[in-house]
């Protein structure tokens, strides 16, 4: 489980202010300097980075049983989710309990409940790659030369 594994570099991180981790089953374009920046303007012991979860289908409008338009693969709804790029504080790691515990269990409804949870919305690039048409639409863009989220050289 993820909390256990962030549980594990408890020892590494406890003298920090605070701390990044990230998912490993996603890309994204995200600004990690804004993010430390948001973290640290707010105080607060845990950022998420919010993201728009992309479309995965056409979406009808309709009205009654008439469809009068349709929009290719739209992005979501307009809500937002967790993007999995994070700034911690080291004591939240105190809220994981063992090392089968999920970190977006308990931990991250406590810290949403205590009012020490921030979410830095970033409306860029940002896609899991949760399948195989996920790994192979991000293999297509890489193809393509110039992906959204390689910001390096």
Not at 13 to 29: H, L, N, R
Request: some cysteine.
């Amino acid at each position: 489980m993820t909390g256990g594994r962030l549980k594990r570099v408890a020892d590494y991180v406890k003298e920090e202010e605070a701390f990044c981790f990230t998912y490993g089953d996603g890309v994204s374009d995200v600004d990690i300097s804004a993010l430390i920046a948001f973290h640290r303007r707010h105080g607060k012991a845990a950022t998420v980075t919010a993201v728009q979860p992309p479309g995965r289908y056409g979406a009808l409008r309709r009205e009654g049983d008439m469809v009068t338009g349709f929009t290719e693969k739209p992005r979501g709804d307009g809500g937002l989710i967790n993007g999995g790029f994070f700034v911690l504080s080291p004591s939240v790691l105190s809220l994981i309990e063992s090392d089968d515990m999920p970190w977006e269990g308990v931990p991250l409804e406590t810290l949403s409940r205590t009012g020490e949870l921030q979410a830095f919305e970033h409306l860029g690039f940002w896609q899991p790659m949760d399948t195989l048409r996920d790994k192979n639409q991000l293999e297509a863009l890489w193809a393509q030369g110039n992906p959204p989220w390689k910001k390096w050289a």
